[in-house]
Protein backbone atom coordinates (compact mmCIF):
# COMPACT_ATOMS: atom_id res chain seq x y z
CA UNK A 1 0.00 0.00 0.00
CA UNK A 2 1.31 3.80 -1.14
CA UNK A 3 -0.11 6.90 0.53
CA UNK A 4 0.66 10.19 -0.01
CA UNK A 5 0.27 13.55 2.21
CA UNK A 6 1.51 17.14 1.83
CA UNK A 7 -0.97 18.50 -0.58
CA UNK A 8 -2.21 22.03 -0.06
CA UNK A 9 -3.34 25.00 -1.44
CA UNK A 10 -0.43 27.34 -2.19
CA UNK A 11 0.74 30.52 -3.71
CA UNK A 12 2.43 30.70 -6.67
CA UNK A 13 6.42 31.01 -6.17
CA UNK A 14 5.56 28.27 -3.19
CA UNK A 15 6.99 25.41 -2.04
CA UNK A 16 5.60 21.58 -1.03
CA UNK A 17 7.03 18.38 0.30
CA UNK A 18 4.61 15.29 -0.87
CA UNK A 19 5.23 12.05 0.77
CA UNK A 20 4.93 8.69 -0.15
CA UNK A 21 4.65 6.05 2.34
CA UNK A 22 4.86 2.71 1.91
CA UNK A 23 3.09 -0.28 3.86
CA UNK A 24 3.60 -4.20 3.66
CA UNK A 25 6.49 -3.86 1.18
CA UNK A 26 9.85 -1.98 1.10
CA UNK A 27 10.43 1.08 -1.61
CA UNK A 28 14.40 0.21 -2.06
CA UNK A 29 12.67 -3.00 -4.35
CA UNK A 30 10.58 -0.71 -7.15
CA UNK A 31 11.07 2.30 -9.40
CA UNK A 32 9.04 5.06 -7.82
CA UNK A 33 7.32 7.67 -9.89
CA UNK A 34 5.05 10.62 -9.10
CA UNK A 35 1.79 11.14 -11.36
CA UNK A 36 -0.73 13.94 -11.53
CA UNK A 37 -4.16 14.30 -13.02
CA UNK A 38 -5.60 17.84 -13.61
CA UNK A 39 -9.23 18.36 -14.00
CA UNK A 40 -9.90 17.36 -17.36
CA UNK A 41 -6.82 16.30 -18.61
CA UNK A 42 -5.07 13.10 -19.26
CA UNK A 43 -2.95 12.01 -16.43
CA UNK A 44 0.94 12.25 -16.67
CA UNK A 45 4.23 11.11 -15.47
CA UNK A 46 5.79 13.56 -13.67
CA UNK A 47 9.17 11.72 -11.92
CA UNK A 48 10.35 9.32 -11.10
CA UNK A 49 13.13 7.21 -9.35
CA UNK A 50 14.59 3.89 -10.23
CA UNK A 51 14.99 1.00 -7.21
CA UNK A 52 19.11 1.45 -6.89
CA UNK A 53 18.48 5.65 -6.62
CA UNK A 54 20.91 5.73 -9.70
CA UNK A 55 18.73 7.68 -11.95
CA UNK A 56 15.88 10.29 -11.59
CA UNK A 57 13.71 11.20 -14.47
CA UNK A 58 11.55 14.08 -14.90
CA UNK A 59 8.77 15.90 -16.93
CA UNK A 60 10.19 18.96 -19.19
CA UNK A 61 7.72 21.23 -17.26
CA UNK A 62 9.45 20.57 -13.85
CA UNK A 63 13.09 20.20 -14.15
CA UNK A 64 15.16 22.47 -12.32
CA UNK A 65 11.58 23.43 -9.97
CA UNK A 66 10.83 19.10 -8.47
CA UNK A 67 13.30 16.92 -6.89
CA UNK A 68 12.66 13.37 -6.36
CA UNK A 69 14.38 11.51 -3.14
CA UNK A 70 14.44 8.20 -1.34
CA UNK A 71 13.78 8.47 2.68
CA UNK A 72 15.20 4.62 3.11
CA UNK A 73 14.77 4.73 6.99
CA UNK A 74 10.86 5.81 6.78
CA UNK A 75 10.14 3.75 3.62
CA UNK A 76 9.36 6.86 2.06
CA UNK A 77 9.68 8.62 -1.24
CA UNK A 78 9.59 12.57 -1.32
CA UNK A 79 8.55 14.80 -4.41
CA UNK A 80 9.69 18.39 -3.38
CA UNK A 81 8.09 21.01 -5.27
CA UNK A 82 9.15 24.60 -5.75
CA UNK A 83 8.65 27.32 -7.44
CA UNK A 84 4.90 26.08 -7.79
CA UNK A 85 2.98 27.19 -10.87
CA UNK A 86 -0.78 27.91 -11.58
CA UNK A 87 -0.36 24.92 -13.68
CA UNK A 88 0.60 22.46 -11.72
CA UNK A 89 -2.45 22.20 -10.04
CA UNK A 90 -2.94 19.10 -9.89
CA UNK A 91 -4.21 15.30 -8.02
CA UNK A 92 -0.73 13.91 -7.47
CA UNK A 93 -0.51 9.90 -6.78
CA UNK A 94 2.71 7.59 -6.63
CA UNK A 95 3.08 4.13 -7.75
CA UNK A 96 5.54 1.67 -7.38
CA UNK A 97 6.65 -0.66 -10.29
CA UNK A 98 9.55 -2.95 -11.72
CA UNK A 99 11.62 -3.55 -13.16
CA UNK A 100 12.38 0.61 -13.93
CA UNK A 101 11.29 4.10 -15.15
CA UNK A 102 10.38 4.91 -18.40
CA UNK A 103 10.34 1.84 -21.12
CA UNK A 104 11.27 -0.42 -17.80
CA UNK A 105 8.24 0.60 -16.09
CA UNK A 106 6.16 -2.69 -16.55
CA UNK A 107 5.01 -4.28 -13.99
CA UNK A 108 3.08 -1.80 -10.73
CA UNK A 109 2.71 -3.42 -7.36
CA UNK A 110 0.97 -0.41 -5.89
CA UNK A 111 -0.75 2.65 -6.45
CA UNK A 112 -1.73 5.82 -4.04
CA UNK A 113 -4.82 7.28 -3.34
CA UNK A 114 -3.32 10.67 -4.23
CA UNK A 115 -3.04 14.46 -2.71
CA UNK A 116 -4.34 17.33 -3.88
CA UNK A 117 -1.93 20.26 -4.96
CA UNK A 118 -3.63 23.67 -5.92
CA UNK A 119 -2.07 26.41 -6.57
CA UNK A 120 -3.58 29.73 -6.27
CA UNK A 121 -3.29 33.27 -5.64
Known amino acids: QLVESGGDVVQPGGSLRLSCRASGFTVDFYAIAWFRQAPGKEREGVSC????????YYLESVKGRFTISRDHANNTVFLQMNRLKPEDTADYSCAAASPGCGSDWRFVAAWGQGTLVTVSP
Open 49 to 56: ITKNNEST
